[in-house]
Nanobody, 127 residues
């Protein structure tokens, strides 16, 4: 699957952004989808993951719980990351990722588990 992420930009602390990631192909519902980020000088970390059906199985990094929401529209082959109450420490390049799975209840939170990545979209939060 090919992934195309967009929606990044410059926002003030406390503001909001919504990232989108469009996937090619006709098997989008076979994929666990995740959003990962890499801040300057730091390693990549997953911030949110959603199971293939979007049926309520999600993962959030502790630092974004209550502020970020991952969702997906399987009819549009798109996964979203709604980011509210943004903080300067959220500044990073955000990547979407996909991993096929046979199980509707499985999610993955390690980068090594994913085999498809988007190109990244930069989010900059000013203080």
């Amino acid at each position: 699957v090919q992934l195309q992420a967009c929606g990044g930009g410059l926002v003030q602390a406390g503001g909001s952004l919504r990232l989108s990631c469009a996937a090619s192909g006709r098997t989008f519902t076979s994929y666990v989808m995740g959003w990962s980020r890499q801040a300057p000088g730091k390693g990549r970390e997953f911030v949110a993951v959603i199971n293939r059906s979007g049926g309520g199985i999600t993962y959030y990094k502790d630092s974004v719980k209550g502020r970020f929401t991952i969702s997906r529209d399987n009819a549009k082959n798109t996964v979203y990351l709604q980011m509210n109450s943004l903080k300067p420490e959220d500044t990073a390049v955000y990547y979407c990722a996909a991993r096929p799975t046979a199980s509707s209840s499985t999610i993955y939170t390690r980068g090594a588990d994913y085999d498809s990545w988007g190109q990244g979209t930069l989010v900059t939060v000013s203080s």
